[in-house]
């Protein structure tokens, strides 16, 4: 079992930045591929960047170029650092774990139906 626990959402001005964390519990975050998504009211819950252990990253386009995922194993914690941020960022952004093998290629995940455990979401409000 994994539990995560989003913080660092608020309200941002268009044009400004913004870094979420996920701290999670558990001896084995290492062991676990990792995910941040986003939902806006009346839409569905979309991928907004994925980070494999091996350190292999997704971005989806809305982000692309906007967005950096990290991971500190060491501290058990995901990042996602947002900048440039638009009012069509608004949402409440989740992150995600699934468990995931040594191997696998590219070892990240995007779909939502992939993931296991969930955090309880932070809102960010981007105001034009």
């Known amino acids: 079992q994994v539990q995560l626990v989003e913080s660092g959402g608020g309200l941002v001005q268009a044009g400004g930045s913004l870094r979420l964390s996920c701290a999670a519990s558990?001896?084995?975050?290492?062991?676990?591929?990792l995910g941040w998504f986003r939902q806006a009211p009346g839409k569905e819950r979309d991928i907004v960047a994925a980070?494999?252990?091996?350190?292999?990253?997704y971005y989806g386009d809305s982000v692309k170029g906007r967005a950096t995922i990290s991971r500190d194993n060491a501290k058990n914690t995901v990042y996602l650092q947002m900048n440039s941020l638009k009012p069509e960022d608004t949402a409440v952004y989740y992150c995600?774990?699934?468990?995931?093998?040594?191997?696998?290629?590219?070892?990240?995940?995007?779909?939502?139906?992939?993931?296991?455990?969930w955090g309880q979401g932070t809102q960010v409000t981007v105001s034009s």
């Open positions: 995600a774990a699934v468990r995931s093998g040594p191997f696998n290629s590219p070892g990240y995940y995007v779909g939502v139906e992939e993931y296991d455990y």
């Open positions: 558990g001896r084995t975050f290492g062991s676990y591929a």
């Open positions: 980070i494999g252990r091996n350190g292999n990253t």
